[in-house]
């Protein structure tokens, strides 16, 4: 609880920072224009999804191999929390390529990569949600946890075949010119923390109401049992 | 590795008696290429263009479609139970299983291949043996894959909707370089599909190793 509110409290402090860095501070971009800083929560939503899928496998290891109930939790919770977070990455993604691109999507590897991604982990919260009845879901839910991240290299690699033209902002490598102004690297560093910190309160809130949640079902069914 | 075989021959033998998935896997791949050939409209030389990404998108629709009814037959009589209380490794009962689906996918593309070249202009007759080792390669991921899958659906009651859903995007390393690699045989042989045949054997390797070691979780009760 006490780590919880912490976190929660730093996360609204930097996200804060990082809106003020966002829409007041950092440089407009020369040659995009404002639609540019849409950049700082396009890929800060982009890095959180990411952590957030290895955290759904992290907490489906625990769970098939120790049968730890929390790595369980974490594992919906960071499942549920990595597709908004994807989510939000695929929207904001078109809105700046349509001014900049000329079109709202192209089949380039990363935007594929992506939405691939995306139905890997909404056909994870689906199952857990028509599941939830069945016996064992937690478990099979494990196992798409685990081929999900297992699958996302592979994908990478593959998807590399089709044709690219989408900018490498941070790195050099990939034809990319790196970031060159220092605030607006650190707005785009500064939003990324901010965003992985709101995704682990997210995701952390969401394992408590998991809890909550089961308990609630035990003594409900503890109190049906007792008025029999 | 001998419960597999006999796993393995149990299903085939199934198979064989009654020729149901074969015989849905044939015909729903024949209509697959037909309806994706004319949805293209294309002219003969777009057709040839067009081949090897029918020929893939039809092989993994069908097979995800047909996967499903491997491990449904256990369900009858509950059949899977009763392997699962034999003296055997659970990882045998994947292995046979997964062995039993590869031998379908193989079946069904002895069928389609043939009518992709004729249908739509490819001649594949001269690189048989390359095309023989991108499909086999994308069937072993395919069904290292979908064996695991299958198993779980199978248990759960939307399994239906839910199965196509997992499996389809897990499947893209397999759509893809599937694809550039059949295009890359059809070219120039072999050597051209390096990249792509990297991506199937890295799939299939880490699949089938993921699949042998996840399985017992599955249909652990």
New interface residues.
């Given amino acids: 609880m006490r780590a919880m509110r912490w976190l929660g409290l730093a996360t609204t402090v930097l996200m804060t920072v990082s809106l003020y860095l966002i829409f007041v501070e950092v440089p407009t971009e020369r040659e995009m224009g404002i639609v540019q800083r849409i950049l700082y929560v396009h890929a800060p939503a982009a890095w959180a999804a990411y952590v957030c899928f290895v955290l759904v496998a992290v907490g489906s290891v625990a769970h098939l191999w120790r049968g730890s109930e929390h790595g369980d939790r974490v594992a919906l919770a960071a499942g549920e929390v990595g597709v908004l977070m994807c989510t939000l990455n695929l929207v904001t993604g078109p809105i700046w390529a349509r001014p900049i691109w000329g079109v709202w999507w192209t089949w380039d590897p990363r935007l594929t990569m992506t939405v691939i991604m995306w139905a890997i982990y909404v056909g994870y919260v689906m199952l857990r949600a028509f599941g939830r009845d069945d016996d064992g879901v937690a478990r099979y839910a494990a196992v798409v946890g685990i081929t999900g991240v297992l699958a996302i290299p592979v994908i990478r690699v593959s998807v590399r075949m089709l044709q690219g033209m989408h900018p490498a902002v941070t790195t050099t490598r990939e034809g990319g010119s790196g970031m060159a102004d220092p605030t607006m690297r650190l707005t785009l560093y500064l939003s990324g923390i901010a965003m992985v910190l709101l995704a682990a309160w997210l995701v952390m809130l969401r394992v408590r109401l998991e809890a909550l949640h089961r308990s609630a079902a035990v003594l409900r069914r503890d109190i049906e049992y007792g008025l029999e | 590795m001998r419960a597999a075989l006999a796993i393995f021959r149990k299903d085939l033998r199934i198979e064989w008696r009654t020729r149901e998935s074969l015989s849905t896997l044939v015909v729903l791949s024949v209509l697959l290429v037909v309806s994706l050939a004319m949805a293209h409209d294309p002219t003969p030389t777009e057709a040839a263009r067009l081949a090897p990404g029918i020929l893939w998108a039809t092989v993994i629709f069908t097979g995800v479609l047909v996967v499903q009814r491997s491990f449904l037959v256990e369900r009858e009589h509950d059949c899977l139970a009763t392997l699962l209380g034999a003296p055997i490794d659970p990882a045998a009962i994947y292995v046979g299983k997964a062995l039993g689906m590869l031998v379908l996918l193989v079946a069904m593309q002895v069928v389609v291949v043939p009518l992709v070249s004729i249908m739509l202009r490819v001649p594949v007759w001269g690189v048989l043996p390359e095309l023989a080792v991108v499909l086999g390669l994308g069937d072993l991921g395919f069904a290292g894959?979908a064996t695991?899958?299958a198993a779980?659906?199978a248990?759960?009651?939307?399994r239906e909707?839910?199965l196509p859903?997992?499996l389809?995007?897990?499947l893209?390393?397999v759509l893809?370089?599937g694809v550039?690699a059949t295009e890359a045989v059809l070219e120039g042989g072999l050597p051209a599909a390096g990249?792509?045949l990297g991506?199937l054997v890295?799939?299939d390797v880490?699949?089938v190793v993921?699949g042998g070691l996840?399985f017992p979780?599955?249909v652990?009760?």
């Fill in positions: 894959l695991l899958f779980m659906t248990r759960l009651r939307v909707m839910l859903i997992l389809l995007p897990l893209t390393p893809i370089a550039k990249e792509a991506v890295a799939f880490i699949f993921a996840l979780f599955v652990r009760d």
